[in-house]
């Protein structure tokens, strides 16, 4: 008997298990007991907080349903007020986008005066998609309001007026139409009940909706077929790689106008709402990534123009790769050799890179980086601007100079990228990206950052990656194509991934006088038969890039011609074995 | 001594205390001893959910119609009633079971769901960029809604072995166990899940005594954690900026805000809701809003409040409760319920960034309903208690007399 627990023990809840009874009972029965009571005391804050959160919610609630105007849906009946909102063409006048006068039809059932199966029939004569008991079923519904059909052409809708049924109103229902669908859809972005949500709907809403300014459609800086080859070819390659998706723009660099700009996979703007959200997320200006080897082309101008660099023969030794804080520096195709500058270009160096930009200094890139505009957001009139990811000031020391000089260490949007290229071609001033047409002649001055020198030299080199280098896949004869390919690790979790890379492309055309950058990428792709299962950058873009110049290159009235080329002959010189692709 | 021979814990054994009541069937021993306030109001929100769904049902119907395929309006509701039909008896028979019971299919339910959870990524099957679901026969059987209610119990299982004995590292062993769900999760991705899980993890080890500097420790990691993926996970990214600047793409939430202003305080009727045919998910994330607009925000304040009242049920009821595991267990589910709920309404409310998170009961089901249903079950089934036999002042008195 004497094991039996005592009676107050039990009331008290002290009992244990038999395995916590077993030691010292009395001890650890009052230590269960402060944890519990710890425990109840936490029990009854948490609660509080839960109080406190439902507390919350029913203010809001009531903020909302008082305070707050009731949304306007309906109430333009057939007579009221039209929001009309200004069409957007492309620079050849293509519509983009326009105002389609649509009606939606409703029934109030209980105000019915006439027969409803005569009234059925009658309709269903006038919207063929719609069936006699199906329209029946709406007038006789028990509700005071049901719509017949939405978006219902003007003709039709005044044939139904013209049935004189008093319950049946037309609802003006000004839809917006983009009639190419999915073509720009990331540029065009879309307007819900006539208020610019996304892209150049909503940028330039005010312009679109004001009375004084909506009667003049818009020009954008877009040329249709130039956007139509760019898409058709990065989904091919989205395709064939299985990749997560692909983006790409092309930009005249004279001017910074943007003739095309897609990122995949794409949405139909005219039911934004049926698509998946993530197809709306705008993959060139919004998303920012490690664009890798294609920054080197920006270190190289950069120490081409301080003086950092003097000579093509200058030599960076590439033999060992550098360690520094606790980090390994070291190349992909390693020479293990001193390399002059083509060759670190052509090979994609990251030891000679890092070098130069070590020798560059901090201060230097920058001022170049901060004059190239990649320490803010993107310039461009897309709401959806990406800002850049960059080290503070007081974590950019010598590795992060040297990371940044290879692209590793800073994350930009392929806007950022195209402009800071049509700097490098153009002789070397920077125009901020617009997606607005430019009158010829009108281009805004823009700011140099570069010489005209170290503008012809980068040309040099850039042709000669595409003619010697990793991008041979891209060059298009008689195009010129001049451009530096990039495979950065994709991060995921916050640290580099080996199994996933985002390759870009930068390239420009013709290179003997540039007028287009070109520069695209694929998130993550897999490989495949086409590219023989590599997944680099000038295998797995590259020969996209060489079949959008050649579709794009007619259209833009760029020539080709296989007598003109740059003249390489001098860096060829410098380079003292062939590529390693 | 009739009271000697009546261990405490054992709610099994206390049919001698209830003999007074000359029911001795399984039945009636589940009567007398289930919280029926609890349950009423349970069954109440089950109600609610029905209609909630009829009123959705058109919306969600329209939506997803176009060109061929054509959904019946009420399609959805009828769905719905399916789930019910199959969901309460289930609930009801989880909440049957002794609690050894429901200990055992807890542990046994989480090591399963881990498993099934681990094939997901092999076999499972693709939605909107998110691989969460096994495809069986006749529905998508999603792991990780069966694990929470289960993944709780156990936590509490572990937690509880803790306070009997603190020598024992359970609480270290239930935070691997937490790690590796979290990581099966993350991998899917699902965010959101993730963070549930967390939360009522964090919250159980709290209430398990948990040291406050741990506490803050893992509260410093959690926010770090968000950081990262805000840093480096450019889908979250653009959640989060989206909501703090209200710039970017608001679409959804936006249609969402509509249908509370246009709904009033009254709302415009049942059948009569215009703006919920521009929701993007009407039946399922944004059913509350469909409340808001054809109840109104009376019967949304109502539905808030009746969520508050089972939390407070439960919680208060736990406040004699002298067996840790019960104690965990059950202030586990019910946090998870009472925090899904309340991040789903203020999901709806712009008050939160939008999570793929469904109003418990309410939103039309799938098998996250059988889900819930379990977790329900269990909540009911540790709840159970003889009303004449408890550690409080009252039953004392009682057994006194």
């Known amino acids: ?581 | 001594m009739a009271s000697r021979a009546a261990p405490a814990n054992s709610l099994t054994n206390s049919l001698s205390a209830t003999l007074s009541r000359n029911n001795r069937s399984a039945l009636g021993r589940w009567f007398w001893t289930i919280d029926r306030p609890l349950l009423v109001m349970v069954l109440m929100l089950i109600g609610c959910g029905a209609l909630a769904v009829a009123a959705a049902s058109p919306a969600a119907a329209h939506r997803y119609s176009g060109g061929t395929v054509v959904v019946g309006d009420l399609y959805y509701l009828k769905r719905q009633i399916l789930w019910i039909i199959a969901g309460v008896p289930l609930m009801l028979a989880v909440s049957m079971l002794p609690i050894v019971w429901a200990k055992r299919l807890a542990i046994g339910g989480t090591a399963f769901c881990i498993v099934a959870l681990m094939l997901v990524p092999i076999l499972g099957h693709e939605a909107n960029g998110a691989t969460r679901w096994l495809q069986l026969p006749g529905f998508g059987f999603q792991p990780s809604e069966f694990l929470k209610p289960l993944f709780i119990v156990t936590t509490a299982w572990l937690l509880s072995a803790r306070i009997e004995d603190p020598t024992m590292p359970t609480m270290q062993l239930s935070f691997l166990l937490l790690l590796v769900v979290a990581g099966l999760l993350v991998k899917q991705p699902d965010f959101g899940q993730t963070a549930l899980f967390s939360a009522v993890w964090l919250a159980q080890a709290v209430l398990a005594g948990m040291g406050l500097s741990v506490i803050g420790i893992l509260i410093v990691v959690a926010a770090g954690g968000i950081g990262v993926a805000y840093l480096f996970v450019p889908h979250v990214t653009s959640r989060i900026d989206r909501f703090i600047t209200g710039g970017g793409d608001t679409y959804q939430i936006d249609r969402a805000l509509d249908c509370f202003r246009a709904g009033g305080l009254f709302g415009t009727g049942p059948g009569e809701g215009r703006m919920k045919f521009k929701l993007p998910e009407p039946h399922t994330d944004y059913i509350f809003s469909v409340i808001g607009e054809e109840f109104g925000a009376i019967a949304c304040m109502l539905l808030a409040i009746l969520y508050l009242a089972i939390v407070i049920r439960v919680l208060l009821q736990l406040l004699d409760e002298e067996d840790p595991f019960i104690f965990l267990a059950a202030a586990g589910l019910v946090t998870q319920f009472g925090l899904q709920a309340a991040i789903n309404m203020a999901v709806n409310l712009k008050l939160l960034p939008s999570k793929g998170m469904t109003l418990p009961f309410i939103s039309h089901g799938g098998s996250s309903y059988l889900a819930l249903a379990i977790g329900m079950g269990l909540l009911l089934a540790l709840t159970r208690r003889n009303p004449f036999l408890k550690a409080s002042p009252y039953a004392r008195r009682w057994q006194a007399a």
């Not at chain 1, 007026?161 to 073509?183: M, Q, S």
Request: proline share 6%; glycine share 10%; with cysteine.
């Open chain 1, 1 to 581: 008997m004497t094991a039996l627990p005592l009676r107050s023990e039990i009331l008290s809840g002290a009992v244990g298990r038999p395995r916590s009874a077993a030691s010292s009972p009395i001890q650890l029965a009052g230590q269960r007991q402060q944890t519990l009571a710890l425990g109840r005391q936490r029990l009854m804050t948490g609660l509080l907080l839960f109080c406190i959160a439902i507390g919350v919610l029913v203010l809001r609630l009531a903020d909302l349903s008082l305070l707050q105007g009731r949304p306007t849906v309906g109430a333009n009946r057939s007579t009221g007020a039209i929001p009309v909102r200004g069409d957007i063409y492309d620079r050849n006048n293509v519509e983009l986008a326009r105002t389609f006068e649509a009606y939606g039809i409703a029934v109030a059932p209980r105000k019915l005066v006439g027969n409803p199966r005569v009234l059925a029939e009658q309709i269903a004569a006038i919207l063929p998609d719609k069936t006699v008991d199906g329209i029946y079923k709406e007038l006789t519904a028990r509700n005071s309001f049901r719509y017949i059909s939405r978006r219902v052409l003007p003709e039709q809708a005044k044939r139904i007026n013209d049935l004189g049924e008093p319950a049946i109103t037309l609802e003006r229902e000004p839809e917006r139409l983009y009639p190419n669908l999915n073509l720009a859809a990331h540029v065009i972005g879309y307007a819900v009940d006539g208020v610019g949500k996304v892209g150049v709907e909503k940028a330039f809403d005010h312009r679109l909706s004001d009375p004084s300014t909506r009667g003049t459609p818009m020009h954008l800086s877009i040329d249709a077929r130039v956007q139509q080859a760019l898409e058709s070819e990065m989904g091919a390659v989205l395709a064939d790689q299985r990749a997560q998706g692909a983006a790409g723009i092309v930009l005249d660099v004279q001017t910074g106008e943007v003739l095309a700009l897609a990122s995949l996979p794409d949405f139909n703007p005219n039911a934004p709402g049926k698509s998946d959200p993530a197809t709306r997320y705008n993959k060139v200006s919004y998303g920012v990534y490690e664009l890798g080897s294609t920054f080197k082309t920006l270190t190289i101008a950069m120490a081409l123009d301080t003086g950092v660099v003097t000579s093509m023969n200058q030599k960076y030794d590439a033999t060992n790769p550098i360690r520094i804080a606790g980090f390994t520096i070291h190349d992909d195709h390693a020479l293990r050799r001193p390399e002059t500058i083509p060759e670190i270009f052509i090979h994609s160096s990251n030891i000679g890179t890092a070098k130069m930009a070590a020798e560059l200094g901090r201060d230097r890139q920058r001022a170049y980086l901060d004059k190239l505009g990649f320490l803010k957001q993107a310039e461009i009139e897309l709401p959806e601007r990406a800002s850049p990811h960059f080290p503070p000031l007081s974590n950019w020391g010598e590795l992060a100079t040297m990371t940044i000089g290879f692209g590793h260490g800073l994350s930009v949007s392929l806007v950022h990228l195209a402009s800071a290229y049509a700097a490098v071609v153009n002789g070397g001033v920077l125009r901020p990206a617009t997606l607005l047409k430019v009158e010829p002649g009108h281009a805004p001055a823009g700011t140099r950052v570069f010489s005209p020198g170290t503008s012809d030299t980068m040309r040099a080199l850039l042709r000669l990656v595409v003619t010697d280098g990793t991008g041979r896949k891209a060059d298009a004869p008689g195009y010129r194509v001049g451009g530096k390919t990039g495979t950065a690790e994709k991060l995921s979790g916050g640290r580099y991934s080996k199994h996933a890379n985002v390759s870009t492309f930068a390239a420009a055309f013709p290179m003997d006088h540039p007028r287009y950058v070109v520069v695209t990428m694929i998130d993550d792709p897999q490989g495949s038969k086409a590219t023989y299962g590599f997944r680099t950058a000038g295998m797995v873009i590259a020969p996209a890039v060489s079949r959008i110049v050649q579709r794009i290159g007619p259209i833009l009235g760029v020539t080709p011609d296989v007598n003109k080329d740059v003249d390489v002959a001098a860096l060829l010189s410098e380079i003292h074995d062939k590529a390693a692709e």
